[in-house]
């Protein structure tokens, strides 16, 4: 093996094919990887129940992350989290709602939205979970703490909706854009970069043996914090302009690619 000793890859849009499954090729290049002594794990938007079939059909018993760096969580706790206070965003939230963009929240339980949409069923169908709905009318939901808020929608809109309210804040937040209509607003300071860094400290690896792997300009900061920083072939063309390799290949071929180039001796390829 190469003196990559942990890789961490991205899930939707990377590691997992279009239809958001993991082909065998992908599970084998894992394997031979784990079994030659490496570290794999995941760095994702997703929240805790949406990532346990992939964490368990790839047997992941180290920490990954979760909620764009908000969450270190292993298989059977969350190791560290930054929640974020609802009470604040509230106003801006509703304006959303009111103007058609769909608003999502992630806590460790579950995820609710202030109503019914197409966007929520996509989001249901895509990552195999339920979602309640609240009343966006009460004052309950308002008081409560959260892991990530999802806004989805046109992304003008969303981005004029935001720079209208974040000048009054009294917070910060970090926001991110992780796929062409979906804005996540997360706790200051967090993002896959930092979490990165947390998770290899665990670990006791450097970062020179790190290799990170995305599509979205959400993994940017991970991309960049990683010895070896890939976008597979399928990228956003401004996190292809700060990877070390851009694959010829997509989605989950081109992990498996990177792998093969940076990961395995010549003689551990499969014939």
Not at 83 to 90: F, I, P, R, V
Not at 189 to 210: C, I, P, T, W, Y
Request: charged letters at 30%; glycine letters at 6%.
């Amino acid at each position: 093996m190469s003196n990559i000793r942990l890789i961490v890859s991205d899930l939707d849009g990377t590691l997992l094919s279009p239809d958001h499954l993991l082909t065998e090729s992908v599970k084998d290049a894992v394997q031979r990887f784990v079994r030659s002594g490496g570290l794999f794990t995941i760095a994702t938007g997703r929240f805790g129940l949406t990532v346990k079939s992939v964490v368990e059909e790839l047997n992941i018993d180290i920490p990954y992350i979760l909620c764009n760096g908000a969450v270190i969580a292993d298989r059977h706790r969350v190791r560290e989290a930054a929640l974020l206070t609802l009470a604040e965003l509230a106003p801006l939230l509703e304006e959303a709602d009111r103007r058609d963009v769909t608003v999502m929240l992630f806590d460790e339980d579950g995820v609710s939205a202030l109503r019914r949409t197409p966007d929520v069923e996509r989001f249901e169908y895509k990552e195999k979970i339920g979602c309640r709905t609240i009343d966006p009318a009460s004052d309950r939901w308002k008081n409560g703490s959260v892991q990530k808020v999802l806004l989805i929608g046109d992304m003008k809109k969303i981005r004029s909706i935001w720079n209208s309210h974040s000048a009054g804040f009294r917070h910060t937040y970090s926001t991110i854009q992780s796929e062409d209509d979906y804005f996540e607003i997360i706790p200051a300071n967090q993002n896959k970069g930092e979490a990165l860094k947390k998770l290899a400290r665990m670990l006791n690896v450097d970062r020179s043996e790190v290799m990170a792997l995305g599509n979205q300009l959400n993994d940017l900061d991970m991309i960049r914090n990683a010895g070896i920083g890939v976008a597979v072939a399928n990228s956003h063309d401004d996190l292809k302009k700060y990877a070390t390799y851009v694959c010829a290949r997509s989605y989950g071929d081109g992990v498996v690619e990177a792998m093969d180039k940076f990961c395995f001796r010549q003689e551990e390829k499969p014939t």
